[in-house]
């Protein structure tokens, strides 16, 4: 075998080594990401908001009706089956301890936090994968939503950061992502004490 023939064959075979490393190491790099650094198990069903990867759960956002949450949904391995496609939405509380409050319904005092399902109290605009997620109104409308026959009295509750829990489960139940958010009041007017007023 010539000198040239040789360096071929060296050139070759080191080119194939760099290449299955690279592979290995993007495997590796794949499975820590949808492992959390290794920290859990593979994750195969995710969200997508506003650009970032929500694998297991999220918080700090702020939902009106001006800045509905739009979501999108995906799994891993979507693209090798058919069958994982789908997914189910609910809306809940966020049980924090010390920050729970009462709210009137029909002159009964509920529990905010003891309510099992807060989907109603908003309007979820449904896609194939995605979905966007925008509540009623304020507080008082949410609510009102949720009890629609119901006469509703939320004045004086103590609302708390993240106080919404929006679930976000796989087609066959088997995962689900968490997102956390609130829902601000808007501030509607501001009325002035003119005699109070000083330059």
């Given at each position: 075998?010539?000198?040239?023939?040789?360096?071929?064959n060296?050139?070759?075979k080191?080119?194939?080594?760099?290449?299955?490393?690279?592979v290995?190491?993007?495997?590796?790099?794949?499975?820590?990401?949808?492992?959390?650094?290794?920290?859990?198990?593979?994750?195969?069903?995710?969200?997508?908001?506003?650009?970032?990867?929500?694998?297991?759960?999220a918080?700090?956002?702020?939902v009106?009706?001006?800045?509905?949450?739009?979501v999108?949904?995906?799994?891993?391995?979507?693209f090798?089956?058919?069958?994982?496609?789908?997914?189910?939405?609910?809306?809940?509380p966020?049980?924090?301890?010390?920050?729970?409050?009462?709210?009137?319904?029909?002159?009964?005092?509920?529990?905010?936090?003891?309510?099992?399902?807060?989907?109603?109290?908003?309007?979820?605009?449904?896609?194939?994968?995605?979905?966007?997620?925008?509540?009623?109104?304020?507080?008082?409308?949410?609510?009102?939503?949720?009890?629609?026959?119901?006469?509703?009295?939320c004045?004086?509750?103590?609302?708390?950061?993240?106080m919404?829990?929006?679930?976000?489960?796989?087609?066959?139940?088997?995962?689900?992502?968490?997102?956390?958010?609130?829902c601000?009041d808007?501030?509607?007017?501001?009325?002035?004490?003119?005699?109070?007023?000083?330059?």
């Amino acid at each position: 075998m010539s000198n040239n023939a040789k360096l071929t064959n060296t050139v070759i075979k080191v080119i194939s080594y760099i290449l299955v490393v690279m592979v290995l190491a993007g495997v590796i790099g794949v499975v820590a990401y949808f492992t959390g650094g290794f920290s859990s198990g593979f994750k195969t069903f995710y969200l997508t908001i506003d650009g970032k990867d929500v694998l297991t759960s999220a918080s700090g956002y702020s939902v009106d009706s001006e800045n509905p949450l739009m979501v999108d949904v995906k799994y891993v391995f979507g693209f090798a089956s058919e069958g994982e496609t789908g997914y189910k939405v609910k809306v809940v509380p966020n049980v924090v301890e010390g920050e729970d409050f009462e709210f009137e319904v029909d002159g009964e005092k509920q529990s905010f936090q003891a309510q099992k399902d807060l989907t109603a109290g908003f309007n979820i605009e449904y896609g194939e994968n995605s979905f966007t997620l925008t509540p009623l109104g304020n507080f008082n409308e949410i609510m009102q939503g949720v009890y629609p026959t119901a006469e509703i009295d939320c004045s004086g509750v103590n609302r708390y950061e993240n106080m919404f829990a929006l679930v976000v489960t796989s087609y066959d139940e088997s995962a689900s992502v968490t997102v956390y958010f609130c829902c601000p009041d808007k501030v509607t007017g501001v009325e002035l004490d003119k005699e109070s007023i000083t330059f």
